[in-house]
Antibody, heavy 118, light 110 residues
Framework: EVQLVESGGGSVQTGGSLRLSCAAS????????MTWVRQAPGKGLQWVAY????????YYVDSVEGRFTISRDSAKNSLSLQMNSLRAEDTAVYYC???????????WGQGALVTVSS | QSVLTQPPSVSAAPGQKVTISCSGT????????VSWYQQLPGTAPKFLIY???QRPSGIPDRFSGSKSGTSATLGITGLQTGDEGDYYC???????????FGGGTKLTVL
């Protein structure tokens, strides 16, 4: 069974940093593109970042480019999102997901809440 | 303001059929596959449709997808109260080099 478990969420002040992690199991992690998607309270889904199997191709939504970094460790079956210079508008539930919007996001984690406040 | 446009809400009676539209441009829907996601209240999104009209295993054939030009449509027949929730379309935008979602459509089964 595919499982994606996020960790590292929490509250942080504006301008601060946070690192989200996602532990993947139940599939061959190194074979799949991986994605982060977020959902602000009461709002819709927003695609955030996408990384290829080897970690050599990375794409970001404009609003996080230069502040967020997606990475992966295939030896640990782990996906990460380093978030710096956080803003209030980054407040959201962040979902780790397998696949991407090119062919479809097949599996989602339960989400990790990130709250940014002054 | 989402790149893909969906109606904010749709409703229908149990047992009836509903369609949800998703409108884009030549750089996203016009060029790439569309997928659809269901998000029931308080839960993570669930994969419903991929490559415009394919159902993952376990998704009932009450759910269908289609695409024409720069628009896509999700159809749900035999509506059940358990189908109530939010539905999102998504695709890749080749001009933005980014994934994009629609704003979501809230389905109410009256």
């Amino acid at each position: 069974e595919v499982q994606l478990v996020e960790s590292g969420g929490g509250s942080v002040q504006t301008g601060g940093s946070l690192r989200l992690s996602c532990a993947a199991s139940g599939f061959t992690f190194s074979n799949y593109w991986m994605t982060w998607v977020r959902q602000a309270p009461g709002k819709g889904l927003q695609w955030v970042a996408y990384i290829n199997q080897a970690g050599t191709e990375k794409y970001y939504v404009d609003s996080v480019e230069g502040r967020f970094t997606i990475s992966r460790d295939s030896a640990k079956n782990s996906l990460s999102l380093q978030m710096n210079s956080l803003r209030a508008e980054d407040t959201a539930v962040y979902y780790c997901a397998r696949g991407g919007l090119v062919r479809g996001i097949t599996h989602w984690g339960q989400g990790a809440l990130v709250t940014v406040s002054s | 303001q989402s790149v893909l446009t969906q109606p904010p809400s749709v409703s229908a009676a149990p047992g009836q059929k509903v369609t949800i539209s998703c409108s884009g441009t030549s750089s996203n829907i016009g060029k790439n596959y569309v997928s659809w996601y269901q998000q029931l209240p308080g839960t993570a999104p669930k994969f419903l449709i991929y490559e415009n009209n394919q159902r993952p295993s376990g998704i009932p054939d009450r759910f269908s997808g289609s695409k024409s030009g720069t628009s896509a449509t999700l159809g749900i027949t035999g509506l059940q109260t358990g189908d109530e929730g939010d539905y999102y379309c998504g695709t890749w935008d080749s001009s933005l080099s980014a994934g994009v979602f629609g704003g979501g459509t809230k389905l109410t089964v009256l």
